[in-house]
């Protein structure tokens, strides 16, 4: 553990970690506020929506579309644009590290980093379809190009200012001047590799990403091992940042309808044709709070951190971790990038799935069939999903318990960080 | 420690407040799964008229196969007068749309008859829905054999919990018996009026009548057809009556009259019809609505 801590803190000496934490620091507030708004929106606003349905909101709430609309709204805004806010204070800290001027860095990253997201079908007249950018991509998908984009245009406009210092014609332009220069390389830069990509995908530079990771663990198939091994490495790139390139949460597999078929037949969630898919085993046990049972780490601080910033993060995160959201949660404390919590980040729904897996196998406790809501909590989704089994109920308390006693010991480990002041002091100086 | 024990309590009225009601959401939902649940299998029952055995269909079973070029399968049924059933062909493992001819050993004409055969209609069908676990089905009757599955939709049917019917079809099926007249009834249709009210609320009916002149298909009046309207009509979900003439329209050649099955695909078993299929009744487009001028 100790040896795991030193780690933490060599890593956390690197520049670009110091420079990531503190860029997501700076985002949490927006996420935050995003997050809550899309909690409500999708769980009581929503038509599929949890408490939308158990409350029956529809039927008492007068002006429902009013609302539905105005959340979508707010929700659009922010969401729309928090990779490029990532691609932004990224590069704007890093500039800063190197004693550069962070605001023209940063605006300078985010322009890039709209560059490689242009939607290059919009150009075509042909099949003009979408907007001018690939929307998709400025939301949380897309911010682990957001970091990556920021690094290093960070990093190259600070080289190329440092580099260019010693030229003379170069530092005889005011910083419009240089700023104007850097601009142009930048942008023939990210233009050119972003046209190239459009030869290969809709999708910008980040469709790409996406496109690969899927291709490598879409269809794991009805085999655990494949399932677990599909679901930590869904983890780890949640961890670094690539949300959802997998959505864990899926009703609608065929597996899933053949499996519905046969409970509704036969009045019964025993014996149904695939007791073992990712959705019996990763959505009803292994997501609650979302990708790596985040809703575990949130009692886990609960119960054993002493740190202010994490039990505040905790307390303004659990409303939307409860219904499936948990992106606050991973850019708040961050768990992005933090080594200690990726141990179990990827271990407590690993060991969930075995727990769920050998339950399902050893006929303890019946296999979800029930299509629910994704923003069904944790740990009633298998509950619901079985069509009331307590057994099942059981289990999921049982996996919550296990994953809050594997978060523990990571979440008591990192009692030890100083307490990270800068949040509020920094407050004048960003 | 105040505190503590606050927090424990709203912990707790909140965790109730959402388990209860999402518990009994989740109850409503299986039910619901349960009742609209469709079985993938969608048998079609057909039942001949009097005097025809299980094998009356063959020509229209052969010419619906030739068209839609699926192999449907076929399951035939026969009832003994004491109620014994034997079965002959079989439905065939992954074929959803199977027909299933039910026919009598007693396959006389009459009202009482027409009334013991529907309770061996339903002595079948519950075998039928017992072997064959299906929930959902369409059926088909020509001539009295339409009169056979009236009868058995409003007096035993419901018997059957579960089960809903789909599209009911009838051919030449003559309510009013052999009755020419729009104003006396005969006590068949007398019951089937005053039974209405018991049929199924969601059933689609077609009833298909043929016309070789301007009254008859030469055994049943084109009148006894259309009485129909007494026993469906503000009953079920929809009642359309179709009436079709041409070639082939003798009552014991309708089954197999192309139009009819033409009507039986569109209707019956829902097929999307290949466009010259459908067009086959229309007339050739005139040169004017070419947009040809008449006069060269």
């Known amino acids: 553990m100790q040896g795991l801590w030193r780690i933490n803190q060599r890593i956390g000496q690197w520049r670009a970690m110091r420079v990531i934490r503190q860029a997501l620091q700076v985002a949490y507030p927006f ?31 007068p002006g429902l579309t009013l609302w539905r609309q105005a959340f979508q709204v707010m929700g659009l805004v922010v969401n729309n644009v928090v990779a490029v806010m990532i691609a932004f204070t990224t590069a704007y800290f890093l500039a800063r590290a190197y004693h550069r001027n962070g605001l023209a860095v940063g605006l300078l990253s985010a322009l890039a980093f709209l560059t490689l997201n242009v939607n290059y079908d919009m150009l075509d007249q042909t099949r003009r379809s979408g907007g001018q950018f690939v929307e998709n991509n400025l939301g949380p998908q897309g911010i682990f190009l957001g970091i990556l984009v920021g690094l290093f245009i960070g990093w190259l406009a600070s080289w190329l200012l440092k580099r260019l210092a010693g030229w003379h014609w170069f530092m005889q332009f005011t910083l419009t001047g240089r700023v104007a220069w850097l601009l142009v390389v930048v942008m023939v830069l990210t233009v050119a590799i972003g046209y190239g990509m459009s030869w ?8 790409l990403v996406y496109q690969a990771t899927r291709a490598m663990i879409s269809n794991p198939g009805h085999q655990g091992v494949m399932i677990l091994a599909v679901t930590a490495f869904n983890n780890l790139l949640w961890w670094l940042g690539l949300i959802g390139p997998v959505s ?18 036969h009045d019964s969630v025993w014996n149904l044709p695939h007791p073992i898919t990712l959705h019996t085993l990763g959505d009803a046990y292994a997501n609650f709070g979302g990708a790596g049972m985040t809703l575990a780490l949130i009692i886990a601080i609960w119960l054993g951190s002493t740190h202010a910033h994490y039990r505040r993060i905790a307390n303004q995160t659990f409303l939307p971790n409860l219904v499936n959201l948990n992106e606050a949660t991973l850019l708040g404390l961050p768990v992005l990038y933090n080594p200690i919590l990726l141990i179990p980040f990827i271990a407590a729904p690993t060991v969930n799935i075995l727990l769920a897996w050998c339950a399902i196998t050893w006929k303890w406790v019946p296999p979800m069939a029930y299509p629910m809501p994704r923003t069904t909590p944790g740990p009633l989704m298998a509950y619901m999903g079985t069509g009331g089994d307590w057994r099942a109920l059981a289990l999921s308390i049982v996996c919550l318990a296990v994953s809050v006693l594997i978060y523990l010991p990571f979440v008591r480990l990192l009692n030890q960080d100083p307490q990270p002041e800068e949040e509020e002091r920094d407050d004048h100086a960003a | 420690m105040r505190r503590k024990w606050l927090w424990g309590i709203i912990a707790l009225v909140v965790t109730l ?10 109850h409503g939902r299986v039910t619901h799964y349960r009742s609209n649940y469709r079985t993938p299998l969608n048998p079609t029952i057909l039942v001949p008229g ?3 055995s299980q094998d009356r269909f063959d020509a229209l079973i052969t010419q619906l196969r030739k068209e839609t070029k699926t192999a449907h399968s076929v399951l035939k049924v026969k009832v003994a007068t004491n109620g014994q059933l034997s079965y002959t062909g079989s439905i065939r493992r992954g074929d959803n749309q199977p027909f299933i001819v039910v026919a009598f050993e007693n396959n006389h004409d009459g009202y009482d008859n027409i009334n013991k055969q529907a309770q061996w209609l339903n002595l079948a069908f519950k075998d039928l829905v017992k072997t064959y676990h299906f929930n959902h089905f369409n059926a088909l009757g020509h001539s009295n054999g339409g009169l056979i599955l009236s009868v058995f939709l409003e007096k035993y049917f419901a018997e059957t919990k579960n089960v809903t019917i789909d599209r009911l079809m009838t051919i030449a099926t003559p309510y009013n018996m052999e009755s020419n007249s729009t104003t006396s009834r005969t006590a068949i ?25 301007y009254s008859s298909d030469g055994t049943v009046p084109a009148n006894s057809v259309a009485q129909g309207k007494y026993v469906f009509q503000n009953q079920v979900a929809h009642y359309t009556q179709i009436t079709v003439t ?6 014991s050649d309708l089954p197999q009259n192309k139009q009819i099955v033409l009507l039986i695909r569109q209707y019956l078993l829902q097929e999307t019809l290949p466009s010259k299929d459908r067009y086959q009744n229309q007339p050739r487009l005139s040169r004017s609505e070419d947009g040809e001028p008449d006069e060269p």
């Not at chain 1, 708004?37 to 158990?54: D, E, H």
């Not at chain 1, 864990?248 to 078929?261: F, R």
């Not at chain 2, 041409?246 to 009552?251: E, F, I, L, R, S």
Request: charged share 10%; glycine share 10%; aromatic share 8%.
């Open chain 1, 31 to 61: 996420i935050l506020v995003m997050t809550l708004i899309s909690a409500i929106g999708q769980s009581c606003l929503a038509a599929n929506g949890f408490f939308f349905r158990i409350y029956h909101i529809g039927a008492w709430l």
């Open chain 1, 200 to 207: 290969l995908t809709t999708g910008g530079l980040n469709g």
């Open chain 1, 248 to 265: 864990l949460a899926g009703n609608s597999s065929v597996t899933a309808l053949q499996n519905l078929a046969t409970a509704v037949q």
């Open chain 2, 17 to 26: 407040g959402i388990f209860f009601p999402s518990t009994a959401w989740m």
């Open chain 2, 50 to 52: 009097s005097s025809a």
């Open chain 2, 189 to 213: 249709l007398n019951e089937l009026v005053a039974g209405r009210k018991r049929l199924p609320k969601k059933l689609t009916v077609y009833s298909v009548a043929g016309t070789e002149n």
């Open chain 2, 246 to 251: 041409g070639d082939n329209t003798t009552h």
